[in-house]
């Protein structure tokens, strides 16, 4: 139980053109997700907390108009990458608070933008 | 504020060699600690966690202990296999929020 569905896991696209990654829990309803990128050979970078039915809360340097956070439903959380850039390109992961009081990630989105 | 600090890798060890990856914290309040591995092209997987002090953790070998005099929750395992190489995170709960915080993480690779 308490499995979280990340897609796509990898995507190429050009530069300029946007891209959706989402992210379900698939066994349990997630009121709470959170959305992290992870630079080669370094750590998850926290980018945003996603509430189901209010805004996401942004941390510091990250761009909320460049990275749109939807979490329309106890299940769903969505990270919309605008306008990609070369140096957008990393790994995103999102991950949710379970049912069991700890955290369940989704296995990753490779984003590379041409 | 709440930091964790781990040790830098790459940790190379052989095969059924004793295993060591050191973390410690920052924190506010009373945390919780957890252990993640990441494999290769995944997403993190939880292999371990302690809620208080004195707590040991332990899974699939690997065990940590959250020490509170220390503010560490070193990571450990008797014996590693090939199949044990992967990323290590140390991670902290905050208690008054759902935030985790990692650490930088710490890339083993076990050689037959």
């Known amino acids: 139980g308490a499995v979280v569905s990340q897609h796509p896991s990898r995507v190429i696209c050009k530069s300029g053109t946007s891209v959706k990654i989402e992210c379900r829990s698939l066994d349990f309803q997630a009121t709470t997700m959170f959305w992290y990128r992870q630079f080669p050979k370094q750590s998850l970078m926290l980018m945003a907390t996603?509430?189901?039915?209010?805004?996401?809360?942004?941390e510091q340097g990250v761009e909320k108009d460049k990275f749109l956070i939807n979490h329309a439903s106890l299940t769903l959380s969505t990270l919309t990458v605008t306008s990609a850039h070369p140096e957008d390109s990393s790994f995103y992961i999102c991950s949710a608070r379970n049912n069991r009081g700890g955290y369940t990630f989704g296995s990753g989105t490779r984003l590379t933008v041409v | 504020g709440n930091s964790v600090t781990q040790m830098e890798g790459p940790v190379t060890l052989s095969e059924e060699a004793f295993l060591t990856i050191n973390c410690t914290y920052t924190a506010t309040g009373y945390p919780s600690l957890f252990w993640y591995v990441q494999y290769p092209g995944e997403g993190l997987q939880l292999l371990l966690k302690?809620?208080?002090?004195?707590d040991k953790g332990s899974n699939k070998g690997f065990e940590a202990t959250y020490r509170k005099e220390t503010t560490s929750f070193h990571l450990e395992k008797g014996s590693v296999q090939v199949s044990d190489s992967a990323v290590y995170f140390c991670a902290l709960g905050a208690y008054n929020t759902d935030k985790l915080i990692f650490g930088t993480g710490t890339r083993l690779q076990v050689f037959p």
């Open positions: 302690a809620t208080k002090a004195d």
């Open positions: 996603s509430n189901e039915g209010s805004k996401a809360t942004y």
